[in-house]
């Protein structure tokens, strides 16, 4: 763990400048990041967002914070339109799959904390459902309506964006910009009955034609709370009304944040949170960002399936910088599973050197700590994982000053940042469910005669610590002994 008087800088979207990082209370963090909307599986760009904020954890818990996270489950009021229209995308998986809503919420929101683990991200400290907080919602409404900045139209409840001074200030573009901005990219449709554009919903009616499988109560009429409410009311109940760090996808700026931004200050009066931090797309080709209303999304379980460790997804992430975009190829995936299934090796070597490692010479210590100085520097300077991912490089290949033993203690420091499970040994029992899934791949890469993608999987099962041998009996594997 690091010295407590190390200084973090992370780059704030609300002032546009890398800061110093200053805390609200000292020793500790609060951060908010926005949750999964648990209509469906989340993708592999969905998880680079997630793995950013991991690591941001990370960084701060290395330093010695005390870090408390809260991240929410959108669990209704997502609606497939930003213009709060359109139906809400939990009931529009419920009527796909011929469930209840609350049945498709609660699937989804399993399956995408199973595939977070599979990616070594931390669960935060406080995981909140929107459907287990409308009381509170309810009450943050009231308060913004009390102080003026509500008004009801047709289908809800309605936030005047135009009375806010500094709506807008996390776009870096005033009012008028701003609504002019979303007219022409067509972020938001305008509703006739809407004063401004960027108005939004606090509370949408349910529509009087038909009931909601999600609906309740509320002072205006019986209906359900909009997407931005539940993260203000929900970060503000958990963290304060003032925090240290909320984070999020670059494509939560525009509106979702800065409506969140909005509502907090409408009933506060203050500060939500004092750093915003977002994280760059994934993109393909032709820098397009991978989204599930596009139709093409790749899950973690696909990666399983095409033979990769989740965590070699993980290790492509540490390659670019998180306010980068990165492009998504499969060359590049089984690039990073390579160096990743190396690195590991080297660590299983240096771990044999551990040995009579104690006696520690002076000139060793001074080494290790230029390394270990150089790593914090590096996580601390805005997270720069490429940086440090060079670092951990150079140690690995630094031949007249370091031990194998010393090389080995320093990699499983700095992979409690890294998070790629450096020392495979102690997390076979963990790797089961993903083993058996390659080892079945495998066999139908085999059936199918596809030797290259069938030597693939048995490498990465080998770096697993699982070997595989073909017998005429059929496939038989042993964990391998070190």
Not at 165 to 173: A, C, F, N, Q, S
Not at 430 to 436: H, I, R
């Given at each position: 763990m690091a010295?407590k008087?190390?200084?973090?800088w992370?780059?704030?979207?609300?002032?546009?400048?890398?800061?110093?990082f200053?805390p609200?209370?000292?020793?500790?963090?609060?951060?908010?990041?926005c949750g999964?909307?648990v209509?469906?599986?989340?993708?592999i760009?969905?998880f680079?967002t997630y793995?950013?904020?991991?690591?941001?954890?990370r960084?701060?818990?290395?330093n010695?914070?005390?870090?408390?996270?809260?991240?929410?489950i959108?669990?209704v009021?997502?609606?497939?339109?930003?213009a709060?229209?359109?139906?809400?995308?939990?009931e529009?998986?419920a009527k796909r799959?011929r469930k209840?809503?609350?049945?498709?919420a609660e699937?989804?929101a399993?399956?995408?904390?199973?595939?977070?683990?599979r990616?070594n991200?931390l669960k935060?400290?406080?995981?909140?459902?929107?459907?287990?907080?409308?009381?509170?919602m309810?009450a943050?409404?009231?308060?913004?309506e009390?102080?003026?900045?509500?008004?009801?139209i047709?289908?809800?409840?309605y936030?005047d964006?135009s009375?806010l001074?500094?709506?807008?200030?996390?776009?870096?573009?005033d009012?008028?910009?701003?609504n002019?901005?979303?007219?022409?990219?067509?972020?938001?449709e305008?509703n006739p009955?809407?004063?401004?554009?960027?108005?939004?919903?606090l509370?949408?009616?349910?529509?009087k034609d038909?009931?909601r499988?999600?609906e309740?109560?509320?002072p205006w009429?019986?209906?359900f709370?909009?997407?931005?409410?539940?993260c203000?009311?929900?970060s503000m109940?958990?963290?304060?009304?003032?925090?240290?760090?909320?984070?999020?996808?670059i494509?939560?700026?525009?509106?979702h944040h800065t409506?969140e931004i909005?509502?907090?200050?409408a009933?506060?009066?203050?500060?939500l949170?004092n750093?915003?931090?977002h994280?760059?797309?994934?993109v393909?080709?032709?820098?397009l960002?991978m989204a599930k209303?596009?139709?093409?999304?790749i899950?973690?379980?696909?990666l399983?399936?095409e033979?990769?460790?989740?965590?070699a997804?993980r290790y492509?992430?540490?390659?670019?910088?998180?306010?980068?975009?990165?492009?998504?190829?499969w060359?590049?995936?089984?690039?990073?599973q390579k160096?990743?299934?190396?690195l590991?090796?080297h660590?299983r070597?240096?771990k044999?050197?551990?040995k009579?490692?104690?006696?520690?010479k002076a000139?060793?210590k001074?080494?290790a700590?230029e390394?270990r100085r150089a790593f914090l520097?590096?996580?601390?300077d805005?997270?720069?994982m490429?940086?440090?991912?060079?670092?951990?490089?150079?140690?690995v290949?630094e031949?007249?000053?370091?031990s194998?033993?010393e090389?080995?203690?320093?990699?499983?420091e700095?992979?409690k940042?890294?998070?790629?499970?450096l020392d495979?040994e102690?997390?076979?029992e963990?790797?089961?469910?993903?083993?058996?899934i390659l080892?079945r791949?495998r066999?139908?890469a085999r059936k199918?005669?596809?030797?290259?993608?069938?030597?693939?999987?048995?490498?990465?099962?080998k770096a697993?610590?699982?070997?595989?041998?073909d017998?005429?009996?059929g496939?038989?594997w042993?964990i391998?002994?070190r």
């Open positions: 010295s008087t190390a200084e973090i992370l780059f704030n979207t609300l002032t546009r400048r890398k800061e110093k200053v609200i209370e000292k020793g500790k963090v609060k951060m908010y990041c999964p909307t209509y469906w599986y989340a993708h760009g969905n680079r793995i950013f904020e991991d690591l941001l954890r960084v701060f818990e290395f010695g914070y005390k870090v408390e996270h809260v991240m929410n959108t669990d009021g997502h609606l497939t339109s930003d709060d229209t359109g139906e809400d995308k939990i529009v998986g799959e209840t809503a609350w049945e498709i699937f989804y399993k399956a995408f904390f199973e595939d977070a683990e990616l991200i935060p400290t406080v995981v909140c459902k929107a459907t287990d907080h409308i009381q509170d309810i943050l409404i009231k308060r913004i009390e102080n003026g900045y509500t008004y009801i047709d289908n809800g409840v936030f964006t009375k001074k500094d709506y807008g200030v996390l776009t870096g573009m009012f008028e910009r701003l002019e901005s979303l007219k022409a990219g067509a972020r938001v305008f009955q809407k004063r401004n554009i960027t108005d939004f919903g509370w949408l009616f349910s529509p038909k009931k499988q999600m309740w109560d509320s009429g019986v209906g709370p909009g997407w931005h409410i539940e203000s009311a929900m109940k958990y963290l304060g009304e003032n925090f240290d760090i909320h984070c999020g996808g494509d939560h700026i525009p509106i409506n909005a509502q907090a200050e009933a506060t009066g203050k500060r949170a750093y915003w931090l994280g760059a797309f994934l393909f080709g032709k820098s960002r209303s596009a139709g093409e999304i899950t973690v379980k696909n399983i399936e033979g990769y460790d989740p965590l997804f492509l992430c540490l390659t670019a910088h998180y306010r980068s975009e990165l492009v998504f190829k060359e590049s995936l089984q690039a990073a160096a990743l299934f190396t590991r090796e660590v070597r240096f044999e050197n551990l009579g490692a104690d006696a520690v000139k060793e001074a080494k700590e390394y520097n590096a996580v601390n805005d997270l720069n490429p940086k440090a991912l060079v670092i951990a490089w150079k140690l290949r031949e007249k000053e370091l194998g033993g090389k080995y203690r320093l990699l499983l700095f992979d940042i890294f998070a790629l499970d495979k102690e997390i076979l963990k790797l089961s469910e993903e083993a058996e080892i791949k066999e139908e199918a005669k596809d030797w290259e993608k069938a030597d693939k999987i048995r490498e990465q099962l697993m610590g699982i070997i595989i041998e017998t005429p009996q496939v038989k042993r391998e002994k």
